[in-house]
Every structure is written in structure tokens, then in C-alpha cells.
């Protein structure tokens, strides 16, 4: 049976994916480490919202694509330079599956759309921006956050979480204090929490 154009678009993503230098170890197995990002994304979007649009689950698996290639040391070592570093990484993550999309036959309403989820257009204004914010966010607290926590102090630890919190919808607060966190990352949460302004 031949694969849809979807399917066909997720194995582009994974195969460009799949290319990345970096490695992750999880269970003493060794991952291209965009590659089980990705996967890890879609794993965690259709737990929390099953019926996701195909869009949102192209936008989640190119979150990170190729994201390896333009290194975060190319850029000044300061919040300016982090910020632009984001934005060119969020518009190279377009434009790579804008072609894959283009490839497979989507038409350019299709294309936009994901780009402009990928891009983080309208979060807070677009349900779909948002899902795929609080998916984003979930993946970090549960793959990421012990291991950036152990890295860092308890005070910049505590920054982040504030600014992850509230780029959440209350859906995804929820699904977040359901996760299975150690007993020291759910008092780093709540530390964030109890000080955000209503």
C-alpha cells in the first residue's frame, strides 16, 4: 500500500533528523539526538491531545529540524544573542519543511499554516499555536528538566520555569503536574508557580 503524502512527510523529517551529529542516550542506546526530540514530540502531542490536526503533527515533528547546524556559540553568549539565534533556528525549521511539504504535493495554504505553527505565530491566539506550545513545553519538563536542572541554580531554574509557565494554557498546567517528576523538580515547579502574578 502506498504511503500518504503525511507519511511520507514524517520520513523526510526523520530521515533529515536522523543525520544529526549530536547523540542522546537513553537505556545505554545511543539516539541522533533531534531525531528522539522529534519523536518524542509526537509521542507527547498525541498523549495529550490524540485528535491533533496533521498539521500540528508536521510542526511537531519538524520542531527541531536539522536544528544542529547553526550551533548556539554562533551567536553572541548573551540573551540578545540567544534570541536571534532562536529566531534564525525557527525560520531555517520552516524553510526545510516548507520544501518537504512542497515535495509531497501540499499546497501553499497548507505550507503556510505550518510554518506559522513552527514560526510560534499567534501562540495564545491560535489554538493550534498554543497545543503545540504546551506539547513543547511538556517535552522539556519531562525529557529535559532534571538534567538542565541538575546544570543550573535553583534561581535561574526557577526563572525558566516561570517564563515555560506561562506560555502554557491551563490544559496543559494540568497535564504538566501529572508528570511523574522527582520530588526536588515538583518543589522547583511550585516554587515557579507561587510566584507568577495572577
Known amino acids: 500500500m502506498k504511503p500518504t503524502r503525511f507519511e511520507t512527510a514524517i520520513a523526510l523529517i526523520d530521515k533529515k533528523n536522523a543525520e544529526d551529529i549530536n547523540t542522546y542516550y537513553v537505556c545505554g542506546m545511543s539516539y541522533p539526538k533531534e531525531l528522539l526530540y522529534s519523536q518524542r514530540m509526537t509521542r507527547t502531542l498525541l498523549q495529550f491531545k490524540p485528535n491533533a490536526s496533521r498539521a500540528v503533527q508536521i510542526a511537531a515533528r519538524a520542531q527541531h529540524i536539522c536544528r544542529w ?3 548556539r556559540d554562533e551567536y553572541p553568549m548573551d540573551r540578545v544573542g540567544y534570541l536571534k539565534w532562536r529566531e534564525t533556528l525557527k525560520k531555517m525549521h520552516a524553510e526545510i519543511t ?10 501553499a495554504q497548507y505550507i503556510t499554516r505550518v510554518s506559522h505553527l ?3 505565530k499567534l501562540i495564545k491566539k491560535n489554538e493550534e499555536a498554543q497545543l ?13 528538566f532534571e538534567e538542565f536542572a541538575a546544570k543550573h541554580e535553583d534561581e535561574k531554574v526557577i ?3 516561570k517564563k515555560t509557565w506561562v506560555k502554557m494554557s491551563e490544559e496543559g ?5 501529572e508528570l511523574k517528576l522527582s520530588e526536588n ?4 515547579v ?5 510566584e507568577i502574578k495572577p
Open 132 to 144: 503545540l506550545e504546551d506539547v513543547i513545553c511538556l517535552v522539556f519538563l519531562n525529557y529535559y
Open 185 to 188: 523538580s515538583l518543589t522547583l
Open 159 to 161: 526563572d525558566i520555569l
Open 69 to 71: 547546524k547553526i550551533p
Open 173 to 177: 498546567h494540568k497535564a504538566a503536574l
Open 190 to 194: 511550585k516554587s515557579a508557580i507561587s
Open 98 to 107: 516548507s520544501d518537504i511539504l512542497k515535495q509531497v504535493g501540499y499546497d
Open 118 to 120: 513552527i514560526n510560534k
